[in-house]
């Protein structure tokens, strides 16, 4: 027995073919009628006029198969959450730190904070710039299994390390599938979830990041008083193992991208995947999901006719060279809006003096629970404000923050150090609720279909490869030998006010526009900023001309 239908509602009863496209028409020869055609457009348009909820019920089984992916966005957090709180853990310092008879305390080598921080963001870099080849050869789905295996042996490495230099090799090595983690997963949400959804399952990549983050830093802060090392550091390293192997198990019930298996020529195994994702429909309604896939590989097929087969450098070409860019552009904002600050904000504000240690801890760990929770409601404002406003303006309103916390590091009272403290939380409160949230959206919708892995590979290695830099300098900065301590915030506010300036007319606004649209924009040259207000009509109007 086939389930009732309950997709969003038609607007109208029939929709002709007013434009055949030459992808239509390689299907029309291949022998696909024009009423099924035509019964696709009707669908798509359908869902393009869903309202969020709605769509959210009719997709379920795919917001349920996207999690699993999701949290491997959430083994990331959690390995910066631990790297973040252990740094910070007497347990930790005993074991690798040195002891400072100036302060009668004990600190981690400016040169080795870096390293760790650095070389993780380095191997980040690495994983995901090799994610794009990986998805396209082997699909979203083994590559998950074989980078859960990845993950799980190098976290081994970080569990029984006795040295500086084994842990920064357990880090680097952890670091390369915590980076193709991110990708795999946004390639996945991009290929099989809906215009509506699609942009608040990205958008929760931000928030499982954050979540995986107050996770780790929550447990470290109930063990921070254990001194054995097997009670704090080891235990919070080995509980990462847990992620992968939950992902792994549950990556069983979890069907391919229908996209991917289209594109490997496996017909039956894509229609398989797409009566698992959307649930028991007639055989007219698949095939209208078949035939939206086929449209778009069609197109594909047909550039890469005119181009060849897809690269790395062909992300650098024509109208793919602008998006690329732009996408680079979004993940250089998010470095630039302070994350360095936010990975090491435990081990930064207990180096302030004036300000209990209790304090930094609590401090912490209730504004990166703050953070989860925000990341919550960026797919809400999203929707209601779109996606450049809260990223160029909200962007905007962090470089003010990030002025404010820095002019605090004149303030010499107590006062000023609990303002500090919360100002300093507060910065990374709100570079996820603006930049982090929409940046991630933003990244996954503005690549081609072609070039879709390759260009989130790229987007994700710039991240990853400037987060590299940036965990590197930081440390430095903030102590010996820069010693500029809070006031390392400005250089950020620098960076950030110069992107925002950029992205005010490279950014568009991509709310409720499908992939087909998006690509028309760029096609015909429409500004970015001018996205939101084109029509089909004055896009035709453009292509007649």
């Not at 073919?17 to 669908?43: C, D, F, H, I, Y």
């Amino acid at each position: 027995m086939t389930e009732k239908f309950d997709s969003p509602k038609p607007t109208h009863e029939h929709v002709e073919l007013s434009n055949t496209t030459p992808a239509m028409q390689k299907l029309l020869e291949q022998g696909v009628s024009r009423s099924l055609l035509e019964a696709s457009e009707e669908l798509q348009l359908r869902e393009k006029g869903a309202g969020m909820l709605q769509a959210l019920r009719y997709e379920w089984r795919i917001v349920l198969c996207c999690l699993v992916y999701l949290g491997a966005a959430l083994g990331q957090g959690l390995d910066n959450g631990v790297g973040n709180i252990t740094n910070a853990m007497p347990g930790f310092l005993m074991t690798f730190g040195d002891f400072l008879p100036a302060t009668q305390s004990l600190s981690i080598p400016s040169v080795w904070l870096s390293l760790w921080t650095a070389m993780t963001a380095l191997g980040n870099a690495i994983g995901s710039l090799a994610a794009g080849s990986i998805i396209d050869r082997w699909g979203t789905k083994r590559s998950l299994w074989g980078l859960c295996l990845a993950s799980t042996a190098a976290i081994a490495i970080q569990v029984w390390t006795h040295s500086r230099g084994q842990l920064l090799a357990g880090k680097i090595l952890n670091g390369i599938p915590q980076g193709a983690f991110v990708a795999v997963a946004a390639t996945y949400i991009s290929e099989t979830a809906g215009v509506r959804v699609r942009s608040t399952l990205l958008s929760l990549i931000a928030f499982m990041i954050m979540s995986g983050v107050t996770m780790g830093v929550g447990i470290g802060v109930h063990q921070i008083a254990v001194l054995s090392p097997w009670g704090s550091f080891r235990l919070l390293y080995a509980l990462q193992w847990l992620l992968p192997v939950i992902i792994s198990i549950l990556l069983i019930f979890t069907p391919e991208s229908p996209t991917y298996l289209l594109r490997k020529g496996d017909l039956d195994g894509a229609r398989r995947a797409i009566l698992h994702l959307y649930g028991s429909r007639t055989p007219d309604q698949l095939e209208q999901r078949l035939i939206l896939i086929q449209l778009a590989l069609a197109a594909e097929e047909e550039e890469a006719q005119v181009t060849g087969s897809s690269t790395y450098l062909d992300c650098f070409h024509g109208v793919d060279r602008k998006r690329t860019l732009t996408v680079i552009s979004v993940f250089v904002t998010m470095q630039f809006s302070g994350i360095a600050l936010g990975s090491n904000t435990t081990y930064f504000l207990s180096q302030i003096p004036s300000l209990p240690s209790a304090a930094v801890f609590d401090l912490s760990l209730g504004f990166l629970g703050l953070s989860a929770i925000v990341n919550l409601f960026g797919p809400f404002l999203m929707e209601k404000s779109g996606r450049r406003l809260l990223f160029v303006y909200g962007n905007g309103l962090q470089a003010a923050i990030l002025l404010a916390l820095g002019a605090l590091y004149y303030s010499t009272s107590d006062a000023g150090a609990w303002a500090l403290g919360i100002l300093y939380n507060l910065a990374i409160v709100t570079a996820q609720l603006t930049t982090s949230c929409s940046g991630f959206t933003l990244s996954g919708e503005l690549s081609s279909l072609r070039l879709r892995a390759k260009t989130q590979s790229i987007g994700y290695a710039s991240y990853y490869a400037l987060g590299w830099l940036m965990q590197f300098i930081t440390p430095w900065m903030f102590q010996q030998p820069g010693n500029f301590g809070v006031r390392v915030a400005w250089f950020y506010a620098g960076l950030t006010i110069l992107a925002t300036a950029l992205n005010f007319f490279i950014i568009p606004e991509t709310r409720g526009l499908s992939y087909e649209d998006i690509d028309h924009r760029y096609a015909q040259q429409v500004k970015p900023r001018h996205f939101e207000r084109a029509t089909v009509a004055s896009l035709e109007e453009q292509r007649k001309e």
